[in-house]
T-cell receptor, first 109, second 113 residues
Framework: GQNIDQPTEMTATEGAIVQINCTYQ??????LFWYQQHAGEAPTFLSY????GLEEKGRFSSFLSRSKGYSYLLLKELQMKDSASYLC??????????FGPGTRLSVLP | DSGVTQTPKHLITATGQRVTLRCSPR?????VYWYQQSLDQGLQFLIQ???????AKGNILERFSAQQFPDLHSELNLSSLELGDSALYFC????????????FGPGTRLLVL
């Protein structure tokens, strides 16, 4: 089967650092994606990892370990506007996207 | 504004009916993706087209079909609608493949009564 797990909810304080984990079991692997989605809005593409290691993009970084079936999204210097759902998705060998349930992040002042 | 447009924004219809959702990708983007998002099932990938050809197929029901036209706009056709088809339908586009940034349209909210 295909399965992606993420924590359902997380809470953090403005200015802090938060790490959102994602574990996956899919039929093959052709890349892992992170999206941000504010309530009532369309998803926004954040990052793409296909090789092991860390990809940094401003305040956001994404890490991948293919051998462990594990990724995380790191958000630094949290801002109130970072309150949103964060979706982890894997593209499998059939070129299909499998999405996790999303992690709802609340940033508190 | 992502540059991806979707029409209509809202659609209310009855069970058994057929509807067509339309998507215009960003200028220059060759790939179009369709997604369905419902409260109980989260975001699901339906299908991808690249330059008019089907590239990948996800959890798309047989009652649903899509196509990408020569001008690169795409349509998603939903037929024999059921209550459970009520959802947000997003279209996204990227320059070529999925390793590039995907830009999402605002979505079409479908309500089947």
């Amino acid at each position: 089967g295909q399965n992606i797990d993420q924590p359902t909810e997380m809470t953090a304080t403005e200015g802090a650092i938060v790490q959102i984990n994602c574990t996956y079991q899919t039929s093959g692997f052709n890349g892992l994606f992170w999206y941000q989605q504010h309530a009532g809005e369309a998803p926004t593409f954040l990052s793409y990892n296909v090789l092991d290691g860390l990809e940094e993009k401003g305040r956001f970084s994404s890490f991948l370990s293919r051998s462990k079936g594990y990724s995380y999204l790191l958000l630094k210097e949290l801002q109130m506007k970072d309150s949103a759902s964060y979706l982890c998705a894997v593209r499998n060998s059939g070129q299909n996207f499998v999405f996790g349930p999303g992690t709802r992040l609340s940033v508190l002042p | 504004d992502s540059g991806v447009t979707q029409t209509p924004k809202h659609l209310i219809t009855a069970t058994g009916q057929r509807v067509t959702l339309r998507c215009s990708p960003r200028s220059g983007d060759l790939s179009v993706y369709w997604y369905q998002q419902s409260l109980d099932q989260g975001l699901q990938f339906l299908i991808q087209y690249y330059n008019g050809e089907e590239r990948a197929k996800g959890n798309i029901l047989e009652r649903f079909s899509a196509q990408q036209f020569p001008d690169l706009h795409s349509e998603l056709n939903l037929s024999s609608l059921e209550l459970g088809d009520s959802a947000l339908y997003f279209c996204a586009s990227s320059l070529e493949g999925p390793s590039e940034t995907q830009y999402f349209g605002p979505g079409t909210r479908l309500l089947v009564l």
